[in-house]
């Protein structure tokens, strides 16, 4: 039972110095490589670089406490940051006391929201973001990312939560561009672009093993952050207007108290829900996938305590909004997390630097952050996925387009919510006008087809009417015309037998409308009957009228239907 | 073409001498017997009572010409009176000019939202009004509206839109309850409650022939409102603190043009598309069941249109929002009306009362208005209906229950509103946990049945999961999580078969877990079939890569799967 809540119990007993050598080692790679990576997102929602670096430390230790997964490694991450920094700059002006103070009661709501969530045992709701609108609402906030590093890279100023608010802000701003700073920021993207395309590759060649190439050349961000960073000590870039991380307070995170405010709560309440369902969803997808490889499991009501526990933390400590990232999760794993200790390592390891080495981040240019999180940023661009999904279904296009096109012009929170509602929508309006089909015998065997789809026996005075879907208040009018529409065209008809192989499900208004079936065929002189009804439908109907009142019977197989039907002729 | 539009066209060319009696006898009942429910259904919306007049003209003209029910009347009806109350009650003070000119924007906008659903064919947006959330909405109602007449059955003061408001206005005014008032009040009560209840028998049992009965039983309201009218007028009782009708203006319905304000039109946006939805489905369930009684056919979408128009009638005639009564169109029924041109001969009545005989209703008590329309309404509560479905379904119930309880402490409003999110919400909730069965052959048969309920021949290395729902985004991840726990709990499987016989449709998410079930079986050397999968989803497969990754086959029947792996063995 306390194990259940407190995960950290299944491992920690089986602990040992080979564990321990494993996770050291890559909590000091995840140390290095991750801080560029926090000071980039806190920037990007708005906040203070540091705030990054605090949202890196106990959110850490609370999530090696608590989370299910070996190798998630929690911190900011960049949906979560640009989501973020849209809400609260609903709710404050950026850079005032009154937006760190939001940021905090986005942690703290956020991770109460999570956490109860688990105890509700309600990761299920997230089933209901469907797989195309995730794939889009990345895209789009890929897009949507790099368009809003665009102005750090040219050195000018840019706001905005949308595409068009950022592309008109760039373009007003266009003859400030400041040339030092572009060629930091072209510079960096470049060699970026260049290590992710060739780098494992390059490395490789000269002789290294795969594994650690593959290491070495995500450590492309670390080179470009202390290359830049020299270059802009070495020629006063600051003082030549390139815009630098500047001075970083030095110490341990602050003790801090989200206020409470019920009108900003109230405003915070709408974009909490989605930071938290976003943020869980890119989370548990990344450490199902990760668990799946070592054939471990995670259990994803207990990993929503996880990451409450860990927003929680970062409520109290200075920080932002957190979950399990993509890039630094990847970069644990690679560098042979064993278990959530690494964790604790890197969260031991950026509390070093944050105590004790700011100073050495003064002259790191923002636009060489920019460059990291753009080149970052685009991998979440899947336009092969977008085009598989067009050929697959039309219908789920449409929910991924809007989301993608919503997102771009309205903006992260309008994007998510119209994908949702689209996509339950659409699937709602699917099952309200079901399929169905008159189906005949396939000659020779107790197998029946669809008589359109296939060579088959019929009856003219018997219809086979098989049902594909289960039937309830959107669909049970529909069903009603349709029955009626069969008898009106086929005066021959003696007997109705509906096949519900396909029905899981016969609600309150469905039955209704069989009743009023059943007594409409009656006064034309048509007997109704069902076949194949499953077994947890037949025990509900069973509860209800409908079986001392049907004309005629329940058979179990559409074959003895059939059978007896054709018999009785 | 046009007929469609304009379905007078179908039957005035074939219209009689015959026809022409039926209707007009009809309409001059209908006229009649509608007045008082006309007055009293506007002093329900807080309107002046004229109001309820002018609303059964021009309507009911504009259904003639746009309608497709033959015998549905239009005009005020209690639910949609009592919901417009509520909507303007949120705007304006009753009472006020505002208050009647937000009544003409309510009537304006519900016309045109209906009109436009008509014409975008959107009728099926009522599919998703289930009919337990309707009942448990209509009983509420009933409940909620004889509490707000109890104040004009006792004389005194009350108000509110929630019977805990009702109530509680009713308590603290106890004291004042006037005598008189509450005579004819609950005189006229015990009347009308006698004739619904022995009206017909006692008329029959003194030799009139069972319709001639039915008829003259339904006349008691206008009994009543002529007695009291007498009584009031001779005794002077208005002089003595009796609230009545008061002075009506007499005269044609005036010309009203609503006004364009902005701010108004958006605030009642939400209660005009309840009060369309609530309204549009009362009257086409009532249109439906008396059509289906004589064999004709009513053509939803083309009843929005007429709907619309008549509410847009409404609203340049100084009315209020008007549906397809349920009292009205029985009456209309009953006394034999053929065609829709008996509501055109009804709204020529009932000009004729308005244009001259309004001082004739001076002296009508509110008290008996409210006794009538109390009665009325109290056929709404349907108590084993309730009971009914608790009976059936658990879950229909609590989408029931919601509603009826929402609407008794909330309102209307929020009463429909969490009655369908909260059934939408309730199917969602159970298709993302599909049923599914292991299946096994019925032995001598080719009929596969779940192994748990039947006896049946199985085989270890083979395992037939039916999976009872169509897979979509919400379930995917549930039946990921079945197909690993089966697997993982027979460690001599070789083959897994999904029967899709009740997998009417499989999106791109779930194509997406099918893709990694294939890819996770493989790892663990088990071959993944597919059997009986339906045409249309067969057709989608097969734009996407799934089936050339598949390790094993599609198989037409769970028949040929069973022989063909059997036979391998």
Redesign the interface.
């Known amino acids: 039972m306390l194990k259940r809540y407190l995960p950290i119990l299944t491992w920690l007993p089986h602990y040992n110095r080979r564990l321990g050598g494993a996770d050291l080692l890559a909590g000091i790679i995840v140390t290095i490589m991750v801080i560029p990576q926090s000071l980039a997102y806190a920037l990007l929602a708005g906040l203070p670089a540091v705030v990054g670096l605090y949202a890196s430390i106990l959110p850490l230790v609370a999530y090696t406490l608590l989370g299910t997964s070996r190798t998630l490694a929690v911190g900011p991450v960049a949906i979560i940051a640009l989501m973020t920094g849209a809400a609260l700059g609903g709710v404050a002006a950026p850079g005032s006391p009154e937006y760190l103070q939001a940021a905090l009661v986005l942690s703290l709501l956020s991770g109460g929201m999570l956490t109860l969530m688990g105890l509700l045992r309600m990761g299920?709701f997230t089933?209901?973001?469907?797989?195309?609108?995730i794939a889009g609402f990345l895209t789009a906030s890929g897009i949507l990312i790099a368009a809003s590093q665009a102005g750090h890279l040219l050195g000018i100023e840019s706001n905005g939560y949308t595409v068009v608010a950022l592309v008109m802000s760039l373009v007003a701003h266009l003859d400030e561009i400041h040339w030092p700073t572009l060629a930091i920021g072209a510079g960096s993207l470049l060699f970026l672009v260049g290590v992710r395309r060739r780098g494992k590759a390059t490395l490789m060649r000269v002789g290294l093993s795969p594994s650690l190439a593959a290491l070495l050349a995500r450590a492309g961000p670390v080179l470009a952050v202390v290359v830049t960073t020299l270059v802009a000590w070495h020629f006063g870039l600051a003082e030549r207007g390139v815009a630098v991380v500047g001075d970083i307070p030095r110490g341990l995170p602050p003790l801090t108290v989200p206020i409470f405010d019920a009108a900003l709560w109230q405003r915070l309440l709408m974009p909490t829900l989605l930071i938290s369902l976003v943020g869980f969803v890119e989370s548990v997808s990344m450490g199902q996938m990760l668990a799946?490889k070592r054939r471990q499991r995670i259990s994803p009501n207990q990993e929503l305590v996880g990451l409450g526990g860990a927003n929680l933390a970062a409520a109290f400590s200075g920080g932002m909004p957190v979950t399990g990232g993509l890039s630094r999760t990847v970069i644990n794993f690679d560098a042979g997390a064993q278990t959530p200790m690494a964790g604790l390592f890197a969260a031991v390891g950026i509390g070093i630097v944050t105590f004790a080495l700011t100073p050495l981040l003064h002259h790191l240019p923002i636009a060489t952050l920019a460059a990291t999180i753009t080149v970052a940023i685009l991998t979440l661009v899947d336009i092969p996925m977008v085009r598989?999904?067009w050929?697959?279904?039309r219908?789920?296009f449409s929910a991924m387009a809007a989301t993608i096109l919503l997102t771009l012009v309205e903006g992260v929170e309008a994007g998510i919510i119209v994908g949702v509602v689209l996509?339950?929508g659409l699937?709602?309006?699917?099952?309200?006008?079901?399929?169905s089909?008159l189906v005949g015998r396939i000659p020779g065997?107790?197998?029946f087809?669809?008589i359109e789809?296939h060579d088959t026996e019929t009856a003219s005075h018997v219809a086979l009417l098989r049902i594909?879907?289960?039937l309830?208040?959107?669909?049970?009018?529909?069903l009603e015309d349709t029955v009626y529409a069969l008898v009106a065209s086929r005066p021959e008809l003696e007997h109705v037998v509906l096949i519900c192989?396909?029905?899981?499900?016969i609600?309150?208004?469905a039955?209704?409308s069989l009743d009023a079936i059943n007594a409409?065929l009656k006064d034309s002189g048509v007997t109704l009957h069902l076949a194949e009804v499953?077994?947890?439908v037949m025990d509900?109907l069973k509860?209800?009228d409908f079986l001392d009142d049907i004309t005629g019977r329940v058979f179990?197989?559409t074959?003895s239907a059939w059978s007896e039907l054709n018999r009785r002729q």
């Not at 699937?427 to 399929?435: A, D, N, V």
């Not at 309830?472 to 529909?478: G, I, L, S, T, V």
């Not at 192989?501 to 499900?505: E, P």
């Open positions: 299920f089933n209901f973001l469907s797989h195309p609108v799946a598989q999904t050929r697959y279904s219908s789920d996509s339950i699937f709602l309006y699917r099952t309200s006008r079901p399929h089909a065997t107790e197998h087809r669809n789809r594909d879907e289960s309830y208040f959107a669909n049970a009018r529909y192989s396909a029905v899981n499900l609600d309150a208004s039955l209704e409409r499953k077994g947890p509900r509860n209800s179990l197989s074959f």
